[in-house]
């Protein structure tokens, strides 16, 4: 049974990368059939004039409002675990976003590397990076997000490696610009520590008040199957298999607007050390 599981054949793809991998060690969402919905309860949205749970005692959070809200996980393909989240963000938070990320753009780079990188010629954009403790609305952000993938309070901790989580890359696209085809995965080492799943925040309407026309995510291998959920909603998909191989059908491109400005934010999240 092992040597069929890691040979590739308990999900009948060809194996990828490095072998043996073992089986992801987090929660994976079944994805059956496609408009399938699967929910989720967790804390509401961070609403500054509102309430904020954490630090309250039992009898404050009881006469908050709206303490708690269900996500709804609609599944977009099978082939590849993509999934659509609508209402993952309340507008103060993207707006919080926003106000965050326009403050810090550069240039893109791309390297896995912490002392430089390089222009790319096939992802051009302006992006930066914001931590889960930029404030207590990101913290609020990321608690929902373990909350979704069922994942352990605090384990998308970005400031310890041991940890499964990056910071979230805010990026900027206008008109023209694109992130070609390509994996969330690699197989630059061995073993590699591999990214098990992204998180796609998007953070304006298209057609909306930015005027955005394009600019989805587009999965060739998938029909293809372009994905742009709209302000506030989230696109998931992973990056690994049931059985620990990458998956080649997560080959993904972010399409260049051909009118108006994109904002998005991503957020990788890995699979622990053993």
């Not at 403050?103 to 992802?123: C, E, H, P, V």
């Amino acid at each position: 049974d092992w040597y069929a599981k890691h040979m590739g054949l308990h999900t009948q793809r060809q194996w990828v990368g490095h072998w043996p991998r073992r089986s992801p060690h987090h929660f994976m969402w079944l994805a059956n059939r496609v408009g399938e919905v699967q929910t989720v309860t967790t804390e509401a949205g961070w609403n500054p004039n509102g309430c904020i749970l954490q630090g309250l005692s039992d009898a404050d959070k009881e006469a908050c409002p709206a303490r708690r809200q269900m996500l709804k996980l609609t599944t977009a393909h099978t082939d590849a675990k993509v999934f659509t989240i609508e209402g993952f963000l309340n507008d103060a938070e993207v707006n919080h976003i926003l106000e965050l990320g326009q403050k810090r753009l550069k240039a893109t780079y791309q390297s896995r590397s912490t002392t430089g990188g390089f222009k790319s010629n096939t992802r051009t954009s302006s992006n930066t990076w914001l931590t889960r403790y930029s404030s207590p609305a990101m913290d609020r952000i990321y608690r929902r997000i373990e909350d979704m993938l069922r994942l352990s309070p605090g384990q998308l901790d970005g400031r310890k490696f041991a940890n499964c989580a990056e910071n979230m890359q805010f990026v900027h696209y206008t008109a023209g610009q694109e992130y070609s085809a390509h994996y969330d995965w690699d197989v630059g080492k061995y073993p590699p520590r591999q990214r098990w799943a992204t998180l796609l925040f998007n953070l304006v309407d298209q057609n909306g008040l930015t005027n955005l026309v394009g600019g989805k995510t587009s999965f060739p291998h998938l029909g293809p199957l372009d994905v742009y959920a709209g302000r506030g909603n989230v696109a998931l998909f992973y990056n690994m298999l049931e059985d620990g191989n990458s998956d080649v059908f997560g080959l993904h491109a972010a399409l260049p607007p051909t009118q108006g400005d994109k904002w998005i934010a991503n957020l990788w999240i890995w699979e622990p050390m053993h």
